[in-house]
């Protein structure tokens, strides 16, 4: 799943297992992933990946992701 966008940026806490993402200005959100999710980082902290062997959860998760867009 790959989700790329312009108004975010995105830290990812490996050692927790935690999305952080800065949306717009102001806002802060913490997302923690579920144990089988994982995620890596790239180009300037705009685009992330997840991966996970359940193709339904990743689904799910990435719907959610995209809604706090």
Do not use: W
């Not at 999305?19 to 923690?32: D, E, P, T, V």
């Amino acid at each position: 799943f790959l989700l790329d966008g312009l108004y975010y940026r995105v830290k990812y806490y490996k050692n927790y297992n935690i999305l952080g993402f800065i949306l717009g200005y102001n806002h802060y959100i913490l997302y923690r992933l579920p144990k089988a999710v994982f995620a890596c980082v790239h180009m300037k902290k705009r685009r992330f990946f997840l991966y996970g062997f359940n193709l339904v959860q990743l689904g799910t998760l990435s719907s959610e992701l995209i809604n706090l867009k």
